[in-house]
Antibody, heavy 118, light 110 residues
Framework: EVQLLESGGGLVQPGGSRRLSCAGS????????MNWVRQAPGKGLEWVST????????YYAESVKGRFTISRDNSMKTLYLQMNSLRAEDTAVYYC???????????WGQGTPVIVSS | VVMTQSPLSLPVTPGQPASITCTSS???????????LNWFQQRPGQSPRRLIY???NRDSGVPDRFSGSGSGTNFTLKISRVEAEDVGVYYC????????FGQGTKVEIK
């Protein structure tokens, strides 16, 4: 079964850090650029970050640039998001997804919630 | 790039058609003839699911009552006959320039 499974979410204080993980299975992980997308409570989808297949290129939304770092370990088929200097407005469900633009399979995880609050 | 959807809320009678438009602030056609515009459905309590890729191509398993069209900066998702299972929020997303989602359109049954 093709699957992405996020973990690492939880309650964190403002200014704190958190690392999210996303484990892929049932497909060739290295064949896809990977992304993090978030959804604040009651709000729409917001693209957060993208990493190329080999990890050599990374891209960030302006709202997280300089605070978040995306990385991947293709040997472990795992995607990461290191989040530092967290703010209340970072509170959201964080999804990993391949955001396939062509006819290949489009895969989303179930999401992991991050709550930034004191 | 800014993606603007309308309407933001769409009450529909079952069996009736529904249409959602998505307008981009820049043309989504690239130098190689591709136009990367996807449509996603997010049912209540679920992760998003892609319905349409490259403007008009349905994903496997997507009912043929869903169709996508458009070019340049103007795109449309149509549901020919809405069913109860179509309730949810629909998003367009451009992938030509970056990865930008529209605000979402909430489809509900009247």
């Amino acid at each position: 079964e093709v699957q992405l499974l996020e973990s690492g979410g939880g309650l964190v204080q403002p200014g704190g850090s958190r690392r999210l993980s996303c484990a892929g299975s049932g497909f060739s992980f290295i064949d896809f650029a990977m992304n993090w997308v978030r959804q604040a409570p009651g709000k729409g989808l917001e693209w957060v970050s993208t990493i190329s297949r080999t990890g050599g290129n990374t891209y960030y939304a302006e709202s997280v640039k300089g605070r978040f770092t995306i990385s991947r370990d293709n040997s472990m088929k795992t995607l990461y998001l290191q989040m530092n200097s967290l703010r209340a407005e970072d509170t959201a469900v964080y999804y990993c997804a391949n955001l396939e633009l062509g006819p290949g399979v489009d895969i989303w995880g179930q999401g992991t919630p991050v709550i930034v609050s004191s | 790039v800014v993606m603007t959807q309308s309407p933001l809320s769409l009450p529909v009678t079952p069996g009736q058609p529904a249409s959602i438009t998505c307008t981009s602030s820049q043309s989504l056609g690239n130098d190689y003839g591709g136009t990367y515009l996807n449509w996603f459905q997010q049912r209540p309590g679920q992760s998003p699911r892609r319905l349409i890729y490259k403007v008009s191509n349905r994903d496997s398993g997507v009912p043929d009552r869903f169709s996508g069209s458009g070019s340049g900066t103007n795109f449309t998702l149509k549901i020919s006959r809405v069913e109860a299972e179509d309730v949810g929020v629909y998003y367009c997303m451009e992938g030509t320039h970056s990865w930008t989602f529209g605000q979402g359109t909430k489809v509900e049954i009247k």
